[in-house]
């Protein structure tokens, strides 16, 4: 995914907010502003090039203490970012560090 493009999209407001991500973010205090720190200032920790109808992404960043994922999708050709969901991870299904899966 180009982060480059993505954030432009982001600073420029192209961003669509999945109705059901923005019930779950409320239900997890989860703010738009920490979805939007997280994904100009965090990292991709997954990289899902084949989704359709967009290549989608989850990213890892930290509202202070608190671990935070959020799973976009992005469409390079309307420059439009699509927040899926965002949720706080847990040690059950991430090892520390938040970034690498627990194998099953």
Excluded: C
């Amino acid at each position: 995914m180009d982060k480059a493009a993505l954030k432009d999209s982001i600073q420029n407001r192209r961003i669509e907010w999945q109705r059901h991500s923005l019930e779950w973010m409320m239900e997890r205090s989860i703010s738009r502003k920490a979805v939007i720190d997280v994904l100009l200032n965090g990292e991709i920790i997954e990289d899902y090039p084949q989704d359709q109808p967009f290549p989608s992404a989850l990213f890892l960043g930290w509202l202070g203490p608190r671990p935070i994922h959020v799973v976009i999708s992005y469409d390079s050709s309307d420059k439009r970012v699509y927040i899926i969901t965002a949720y706080e991870p847990s040690l059950e299904h991430f090892e520390a560090g938040f970034k690498i899966r627990r194998k099953k």
